[in-house]
């Protein structure tokens, strides 16, 4: 068999050091700097967070200048939606797809390679920018025109040429995934059996392909724009702004799920382990998933109610977003109705599950508040906005990536994380992302203006607490860092095969570490509803 | 796996990727169609606020004496073109039927011949297929040397099927640069 011998044969002459991670087509490796990439991602990310809070901690112009703190919150967004959560999540499924359905690797080994290596080539472009003359994108993540275009600094292009690269990688990423997932399954395996993750990532990598291109169109229309004379948003040729926003938000939204619903798949995979019971509602979680993803592309206008929507419009997509309450409402409930009556241990994984499942619920509640069109109008573009899609992505989608980091570990390098690390990493983390989000509440409803450097005195405590909270929060991920390299060097308790008692899958009967090649032949699979355990 | 499932395996991979890139390159197509489609659908519904740009002959309708609604005129400048426009009256009140004449002065502020358009916009958006122009200055676009001043004429009238709902409309001129379309003037130190 060709492809058989050409992977034991790599095996043999496979090159040491730099060109090793360069030339990999493994899937577990490349899953790997994908996760490592995210990582320091987060930490470039969340020290420009950390020069905002700073900023923010008293009123007044204190610590930085206005210019810079305009681009410390763009490539804050920019640099954690594009850099950090996406490749974590694309990381977790190179690593865990495969594994999870009994393939050898992914279905296209060198794409795989390809697609990552991208990856650190777009965020040196996009850093890069801040140390060009003019300074770095400073329009805000959204990157609306006129302000990216006519005013932009003249770096706008390099930020360009990194988005379409993140892009294309993600796209091919995309691509990769759908083609693993639909053609290498083990025999047995139907879509219906395949575990969340698996299918979670799936209808993701589906919203991918569709909005990817929308993004692509907007940024390169932005190009034109500013070098070539063109006028798609500017009105004086022509153009339109607000035609800016539509095209970028039919993107951005489903962009959202995209940063959300692998979470989704991760939460139902831990939350049975150490409840010690069948996910309760197995066909509705993937149907409630396939809604949510389907939804996505009908409420785009949401972000848009201020810009002079006709009633019609802002009605439809009022209902239509309040609609997707109701999928979201069906996992949360499934979740709940898998631990009633469950047998639940508080291992470090469920701990950041549990965190999830109750903080991704106020950022979902404070979400169907944004969804009113009326109330909107006073919480647009207000701190309020901030706490919500910050509870939704820091509590929810880096918590479900820490749970799946600690759930996985023991499969990825052999050993239990440190526990007592690993307590005071999830407790840090709960109590500061707690302190920096829930005041963002009160200060936006109060009426504070997003990324704007000063602030009226009547929000001086407010901002004191999340800014204290925001350095809590972000000097606890060291923690998490000690615990990785703890496990990468061995150090800790050895994991059997079987990591967590109660945990089901493919991925458990591989030893731990998980060698190198795996399911060269593909697994037994006993589909659930044919198990003897069900009987 | 054998080689025949090896194969079987392949192809598969070889279908699902055929077919994802051409889901892909169908959303590229729908994100280009999305350019015009927008520019038809604000037109269909005039939910831009953009008004027709060439003349339109005086509807039939008789004047509805019984409603009175307010026209306002509001004018600006945009980077790029040192000209001023300035309305005659910032108010008028007309009938809706009424065939109505309004003054504007253009007056070039620079120191070189140059030319400029100015652009019209209705708000509240229901209003603009419902605001008819005669002759208009915005037609077309005017030259103006250093320090000239010119009067332009405006004939419009307001369409007796205006919703009910509406009895003011604002309409904002904003002067364009002609020739240079990207105004980008802004300056980085």
Known sequence: ?535 | MNSQQQQQTNQGVARTVRRTLVALLLMVGFTLALIPLYDVFCEVTGLNGKTADTAQVVGGQAVDTSRRIEVQFVTRTSPGLPWHLEAEKKTVWVHPGEVTLAHFTFSNTGSERNSGRAVPSISPSEGARHFRKMECFCFQKQWLDAGEQSEMPLVFQVDPGLPQSVNKLTLAYTLYPQGQVTGGTYEYK
Not at chain 1, 215 to 227: H, R, S
Not at chain 1, 255 to 278: C, D, H, N, Q, W
Not at chain 1, 390 to 404: E, K, M, Q, R, S
């Open chain 1, 1 to 535: 068999m060709v492809s058989e011998t050409l992977a034991h044969g790599s095996e043999h002459s496979q090159p040491r050091g730099i060109l090793r991670w360069l030339l990999t087509t493994n899937h577990k490796e490349i899953g790997t700097l994908y996760l490592l990439l995210s990582l320091l991602m987060f930490f470039v990310g969340g020290t420009m967070a950390l020069i905002v809070r700073a900023e923010l901690f008293q009123p007044g112009m204190t610590f930085v200048v206005p210019e810079f703190f305009n681009q410390m919150t763009t490539m804050h967004g920019l640099i954690m939606v594009f850099g950090a959560i996406m490749p974590a999540f694309v990381g977790l499924a190179n690593w865990l797809i495969p594994v999870q359905i009994g393939a050898p690797d992914m279905a296209l080994p060198r794409l795989n390679n390809f697609s990552f290596w991208l990856l650190p080539v777009a965020f040196t472009i996009l850093l890069s920018t801040l140390f060009m003359e003019g300074g770095g994108p400073n329009f805000g993540w959204t990157f609306y025109a006129p302000l990216s275009t006519t005013y932009a600094p003249p770096s706008t292009s390099f930020f360009i040429l990194g988005m379409h690269l993140a892009g294309i990688s993600s796209i091919l990423g995309a691509i990769n995934i759908i083609a693993t997932i639909l053609n290498l399954r083990t025999p047995k395996m139907r879509l219906m059996d395949m575990p969340l993750f698996v299918w979670t990532w799936l209808i993701t990598a589906f919203l991918l392909i569709a909005v990817m291109p929308v993004l692509a169109g907007v940024i390169t229309m932005m190009l034109l724009d500013i070098n070539f004379g063109t006028s798609f948003f500017n009105a004086a040729g022509g153009g339109d702004p607000v035609l800016f926003q539509h095209l970028f938000w039919f993107f951005g939204h489903p962009e959202v799920y995209i940063m959300i619903l692998p979470a989704f798949g991760i939460i139902s995979a831990i939350v049975p382990t150490f409840a010690r019971k069948r996910l309760f509602g197995y066909a509705s979680m993937v149907y409630a998933t396939a809604s949510i993803a389907l939804l996505s592309f009908v409420v785009w206008a949401h972000h848009m109610f201020t810009v002079g929507l006709p009633l019609t419009a802002q009605l439809f997509f009022m209902y239509s977003t309040m609609l997707i309450a109701v999928p979201t409402g069906v996992k949360v409930f499934n979740w709940i109705a898998t631990l009633f009556r469950g047998s639940i241990s508080f291992e470090l994984p469920m701990l950041f599950a549990l965190a999830f499942i109750v903080q991704f619920t106020i950022g979902g509640l404070s979400g169907v508040m944004l969804a009113i069109a009326p109330a909107d109008f006073q919480y647009h573009d207000t701190y309020f906005v901030v706490a919500h899609f910050h509870y939704v992505l820091v509590p929810g989608a880096v918590f479900a990536i820490l749970a799946a980091a600690y759930y996985w570990l023991p499969k990825w390098t052999g050993v239990y994380p440190n526990v007592k690390l690993g307590l005071a990493h999830f407790w840090l983390s709960v109590i500061g992302v707690n302190l920096t989000f829930f005041p963002m509440h009160f200060s936006g409803l109060a009426g504070m203006p997003r990324r704007i450097p000063d602030y009226a005195l009547q929000f001086a405590d407010f901002n004191v607490l999340s800014s204290i909270g925001g350095f809590l929060f972000g000097m606890s991920q060291l923690l998490f860092v000690a615990v990785v390299i703890l496990c990468a060097r061995k150090k800790g308790e050895k994991a059997p095969a079987q990591a967590w008692e109660g945990a089901e899958g493919l991925e458990w009967q591989l030893p731990s570490p998980a060698p190198l090649h795996t399911f060269d032949t593909p697994p037994e699979f006993i589909p659930e509803r044919d198990s003897p355990s069900r009987h």
